[in-house]
């Protein structure tokens, strides 16, 4: 009779061992790549979020933020962040746009906005992606604020406009998706949509070396404390009369000079911009590895000495 | 919509995937690149039963509609396929039930006295009467079954077969007198897979062992290539060569109907599934089933898979001529199972499950297993088999020792007697077949008790003759290695010791092919 209990129980914990690898428990659920076509779309369901931006859950976000969020992300990466001043050109509610290559960005750009503005913030977070089950949408609203919205196109969700409408800066990755290689790819039309739309401010960021601390693939940052710098711009707003598909390109310029700007200086930079001779900022046409080689050079780490003017 | 079948081939992403075995399953990880046939889901079903009967009754393919044909002082006959379909047994009512009532109340209307139910259970054993009720519905119990208008074929009764004639090969055609004398036969069928129905119905249904011998031989049966497809098959086509003599002397209306693959609901419904798509709670389904599994008694399993009953929507009611609307039936039939295939591979694997249609309500003894395995699932096919000539096949099941005396009598000697001298079909055939299909103690068994006629094992046997023919090696997963070295066979732990036992004469990379069934599939392989 023991024995047999030892033996039944031992094939119990295989089985349950078996399943939960198989079946990947706790990771995302993969398909066959032959069984890829069969897969039948899920029906999309709006998770409600509006929940996550009452008093009660602004000021438990607001200690998991600056407390646990801060300590860790600061642990584990040296964030630089410049161009902050640029944000007291604001007067109101404003469209957050950045480059995106990690899922480092999002505590990254959040954690580096003035107090004041990062409690307004809300993230635009794909819905297939972050709200596929309630854990994980429920688990990103609390900590990050975010909201469902579909990326493979179809109707736009109706949410960031109420946002912005409300008063809540709303941050957008307009690729659409981190990028594979670090290298920006191209800038979808949403965000000057939303500006256009409801005619707010578009602060462009650009955000570099996340890619070379966690890129995708990875669920921690690597080690050594790698650098990443998140630099703010101006404010730009759509003019009188200037279409979506006329702002997009801007934005995207807007944010490339940023980043031409990590790498050189400020001045070089805008100069560069003026002539209209920003470098691309989508890499060289060259093989996967080299581009991935390239996105993966680290930034030098904040302890070490900082030029002037950078 | 109902997805498309498809052939899976296993990756680094695919999990381990559900094997049947017997009475229970396995979750089998198998090497990648192995290829896995998917049967298409389950297609929608009627919306509307009764509407779709009353449509193919009254307006029937190339025939009167059955309220013509049906007059005051006519002998009307109905037979109605037995038990082995379909497999798992059907929810209660019954498809045949609906449709014998539909017949049934047109025959009323037309005043139709001498009305006689015959289930075509040929050399198969009897139905119990609670059998015979739930396949046709208390009603029609009650009113015929008391009288005894409601009766199981008798091929053994001699006073009551009629000998039709020989059709042009010289088979004879000897059936069911009741039928034969009937100025109306109207068969009742459920086409579960592509070989029911057509002919085979009433030439084979409603016959003697005078009549079936022509076509239930190792010749024949090793020439069906494959059961599956009656165009390649010559059992078929000996069964419809003597479906135009038995129609030249008999009026048959012929009613077909196609189910669809919803086999497993509730909470076994995860067998069914494909397995990446499996959410938590059939997972937990999965774990929760198989560990109890482990833990009941032996009893206590046999009972729960003995009890288990399908859904099955119906795809399609054809009624009227018998060719016309079995070419309709098997359209549906296609639509249902057929999966493109391209090639054989070197190794076809197949998971046996716990019935079969011979053990309904009873035991699958080593034969039967066989039978399932090499005999229907090997046959799954259309244009070529799955695997090669002389690849190998490895199937599961525990081909236990273990045999209903009460259904299965003549199976035990044919397992201890007849397979411990020989196990090739020819040889089995030439040298047993005719003593034990005459030994006047199985005949007693048939025609009184509940048990398979004296010949039916070498059915079985016959069965499988066209996988003996053309595999090299044939290998069980977890079998009993004593019942299955009787019959020829070799038996493995695991997976990885079969395809090493093999390995000497498919190679030590094959190409695979497992054959995800059930729910069932016809590969059409290319």
Aim: some cysteine.
């Amino acid at each position: 009779m023991g024995a047999g209990l030892v033996k039944y129980s031992r094939e119990t914990v295989r089985d349950v061992k078996q399943v939960a690898r198989g079946w990947r428990w706790g990771r995302r659920p993969q398909v066959p790549r032959s069984a890829e076509p069969y897969v039948i779309p899920k029906e999309t369901s709006v998770f409600p979020t509006k929940w996550a931006r009452t008093p009660a859950a602004i000021a438990v976000r607001d200690f998991i933020q600056k407390v646990p969020l801060n300590a860790v992300l600061n642990f584990e990466v040296s964030p630089q962040v410049s161009g902050l001043d640029s944000l007291l050109k604001l007067d109101g509610p404003a469209l957050i746009v950045a480059n995106h290559s990690s899922h480092l960005d999002t505590p990254l750009l959040l954690l580096s906005l003035p107090d004041a503005i990062r409690r307004k913030t809300a993230f635009a977070a794909a819905a297939d992606y972050f709200f596929d089950t309630w854990w994980r949408a429920a688990g990103s609203a609390i900590v990050f604020n975010t909201f469902p919205i579909e990326r493979r196109g179809g109707k736009m969700s109706s949410t960031p406009g109420d946002l912005l409408a409300d008063g809540w800066n709303v941050v957008v990755f307009p690729e659409g998706t981190r990028s594979p290689d670090g290298w920006v790819q191209r800038f979808r039309m949403g965000a000057a949509y939303l500006a256009v739309e409801h005619n707010v401010p578009v602060v462009p960021v650009g955000i570099k070396g996340s890619f070379a601390a966690m890129p995708r693939g990875r669920g921690w940052p690597v080690p050594g404390r790698p650098g990443v710098a998140v630099r703010y711009g101006d404010p730009l707003r759509p003019a009188e009369g200037e279409s979506a598909r006329d702002f997009a390109p801007r934005i995207a310029a807007a944010v490339s000079a940023l980043l031409d700007e990590e790498s050189t200086t400020w001045y070089e930079a805008r100069r560069r911009a003026a002539i209209g001779a920003s470098p691309s900022q989508t890499g060289p046409e060259a093989a996967h590895w080299r581009r991935v080689w390239e996105s993966t050079r680290q930034l030098p780490s904040s302890t070490g000495k900082r030029r002037a003017w950078k | 919509m109902a997805r498309p079948g498809f052939v899976l081939e296993v990756d680094d992403r695919t999990p381990p995937l559900l094997v049947h075995n017997g009475e229970g399953f396995l979750l089998e990880r198998f090497p990648l690149g192995t290829r896995v046939v998917y049967p298409p889901e389950a297609l929608p079903p009627v919306r509307d039963v009764d509407e779709a009967i009353q449509n193919a009754l009254l307006n029937p393919i190339e025939s009167e509609p059955l309220p013509e044909l049906l007059s005051a002082g006519m002998r009307l006959t109905i037979a109605f396929d037995d038990i082995s379909l379909p497999l798992p047994p059907m929810k209660k009512p019954d498809i045949r039930q609906r449709i014998i009532e539909a017949v049934l109340e047109l025959a009323a209307q037309a005043g139709v006295d001498d009305v006689e139910l015959i289930s075509a259970n040929a050399l198969h054993r009897r139905l119990t009467p609670n059998e015979l009720r739930d396949i046709v519905g208390e009603r029609v119990f009650r009113s015929f079954f008391p009288d005894g208008k409601l009766y199981n074929f008798d091929a053994e009764d001699a006073a009551n077969l009629t000998h039709l004639g020989q059709t042009k090969h010289g088979e004879d055609v000897e059936i069911s007198k009741r039928a034969a004398e009937s100025d109306l036969l109207v068969y009742v069928n459920v086409n579960l897979v592509a070989m029911d129905g057509g002919h085979k119905s009433t030439s084979i249904g409603l016959a003697s062992y005078k009549s079936l011998k022509h076509h239930h031989n190792s010749h024949t049966m090793i020439h069906s290539r494959s059961f599956m497809d009656h165009k390649a098959s010559k059992m078929h086509h000996s069964a419809w060569r003597m479906g135009e003599v038995l129609t030249q002397h008999v009026k048959v209306f012929q009613i077909e109907t196609t189910l669809n693959n919803d086999i497993f609901g509730g909470p076994l419904e995860f067998l069914q599934k494909r397995e990446w798509e499996w959410s938590i709670k059939d997972q937990a389904s999965m774990l929760a089933t198989k560990r109890a599994l482990a833990a009941a008694p032996r009893k206590l399993r046999h009972r729960i898979f003995t009890d288990v009953r399908s859904n099955y929507g119906l795809t399609g009611v054809n009624a009227g001529k018998i060719e016309p609307v079995h070419d309709k039936t098997l359209e549906n039939v296609h639509r249902q199972h057929l999966v493109e295939v391209q090639g054989q591979s070197d190794v076809a694997i197949m998971g046996v499950p716990f019935v079969g249609p011979y053990n309904v309500n009873s035991v699958m003894n080593p034969i039967l297993a066989a039978c399932m395995g090499l005999g229907y699932y090997f046959n799954s096919y259309r244009g070529n088999p799955i695997v090669r000539k002389d690849g190998a096949v490895i199937l599961y099941h525990p081909v236990d020792y273990e045999f209903s005396q009460l259904h299965h009598p003549s199976y035990v000697d044919f397992f201890e007697e007849v397979l411990s001298e020989s196990t090739d079909p020819a040889t089995i055939e030439a040298k047993f077949e005719k003593q034990y299909a005459e030994d006047p103690w199985y005949i007693h068994l048939y025609r009184t008790s509940y048990a398979y006629h004296g010949v039916h094992p070498f059915y079985m046997w016959y069965w499988i003759s066209h996988a003996l023919d053309h595999c090299g090696d044939i290998v069980w997963v977890g079998a009993n290695r004593k019942t299955v070295e009787r019959m020829g066979f070799r038996s493995a732990s695991t997976l990885q010791d079969a395809l090493e036992m093999v390995s000497h004469s498919v190679g030590r990379s094959p190409s695979i092919t497992y054959l995800h069934n059930p729910p069932h599939l016809l590969a059409d392989v290319r």
